[in-house]
């Protein structure tokens, strides 16, 4: 706990090495969205108007869908003010930018900078962490998930990847829409019925085929991608009492031409030390905490934090570890005993949760 820091500490520390363009926004990165924004419309005319075969219709899909992504990194960079300060302006084009996920600038706004940024990995308030054994053991439906076998559900956990986002959106959306204020509901639901109406219309206009191709693939491979950066990018952390992006957070890495094109989100350690400044800076971030902190920093090709996702439980126990609550097979987490290289686990006899009183027992005391 003494060890933990909040972003602002890292951010003081790390500033006075930054040059000062590194905190003004950086309008040019609308440039990279125009192209996308261009394609889409190119691969949208080309199926619509042209019958093609199936394999040329799903190579049309794929690209589509890297767009789509593409678009939702700079609508993230664009709603945290880094590529244009105008207000009204910022939720414009981040609006644009998310047009094809369907999340209203507002709501992310709220969503994401709000309460994931502000509290980041804490159980209760991050909406992007995932539960504690205590709050599984009191949902009927993850009590029932939970009983299937690690296997199969790591397998459907991957796979659902390619639904995440847009669920979560919608989740989020039910959750936020009463912390509004009643002048401000309307506008946030506006942002969000306008998208989905716009992809419904899309479906009358060009008949199911070519929807599914045009629109509903792409949004699938979409959410795959984003999601696999979201996912990993706490997931394999503890949850902390301090908002410490070097404790909460991993950076991955991918080939630098995918973070060219994905607005180097990958960096989000970095990202969660300065969220308003723009991703350009964040490789020169990078080397700063690299050569301050070396010892706490995390960092992992996405492939092997997706490997390590795969073979780790999603429920936390007692904020460090991760859990099996079927079988009672206990992880540790980034920082806390998780080795991605060899991941290995402690076998808890007689762990289990009680379905009658939801009250979680374990024979070892040592927990
Ligand atoms: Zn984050
Ligand atoms: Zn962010």
């Not at 080309?46 to 019958?51: A, D, L, N, R, Y």
């Not at 109406?197 to 599914?212: E, K, R």
């Not at 005993?337 to 006899?349: A, F, S, V």
């Amino acid at each position: 706990m003494k060890d933990l820091h909040t972003f602002g500490w890292y951010a003081a520390r790390i500033s006075k090495h930054l040059p000062k363009e590194a905190f003004k926004p950086v309008p040019k990165r609308l440039l990279g969205g125009l192209a996308y924004l261009c394609i889409v419309i190119l691969g949208f005319l080309t199926i619509g108007f042209f019958p093609l075969h199936p394999f040329v219709n799903l190579l049309i899909s794929l690209i589509i869908g890297f767009c789509f992504s593409g678009l939702g990194f700079l609508g993230h960079e664009i709603l945290h003010g880094n590529v244009v300060k105008k207000p009204w302006l910022r939720d414009f084009l981040g609006a644009i930018a998310f047009w094809p996920l369907s999340t209203g600038p507002q709501l992310w706004r709220k969503w994401h900078n709000m309460n994931h940024h502000v509290h980041t990995q804490h159980d209760e308030n991050d909406p992007d962490a995932w539960p504690t054994l205590e709050k599984i053991s009191q949902t009927k439906f993850l009590n029932w998930i939970y009983k299937l076998p690690f296997f199969i559900r790591s397998l459907c956990a991957f796979a659902s990847l390619g639904i995440q986002f847009t669920a979560h959106s919608i989740k989020c959306f039910t959750i936020y829409i009463r912390d509004f204020h009643p002048k401000k509901q309307p506008k946030v639901w506006i942002q969000a019925i306008l998208p989905w109406g716009t992809w419904i219309g899309l479906l009358f206009v060009m008949g199911f085929s070519n929807w599914f191709f045009a629109y509903l693939l792409p949004l699938l491979i979409a959410n795959f991608i984003v999601m696999a950066y979201i996912a990993t990018n706490h997931r394999l952390n503890p949850l902390v009492p301090v908002n410490d992006p070097l404790a909460n957070s991993l950076t991955v890495t991918v080939p630098k031409w995918v973070d060219v094109l994905h607005f180097n989100f990958s960096y989000h350690t970095e990202h969660h030390i300065f969220p308003t400044m723009s991703s350009k800076y964040y490789p020169l971030v990078k080397k700063h905490i690299k050569r301050m902190w070396p010892e706490r920093y995390h960092e992992m090709p996405m492939s092997k934090a997706l490997l390590a996702l795969l073979k780790t439980p999603r429920v936390y126990y007692q904020q460090d570890d991760l859990v099996d609550p079927n079988g009672g097979k206990i992880y540790g987490s980034l920082g806390k005993g998780l080795n991605p290289e060899n991941i290995q686990h402690k076998q808890i006899d007689g762990f289990y949760t009680n379905k009658k009183d939801t009250h979680i027992q374990s024979n070892d005391k040592s927990l």
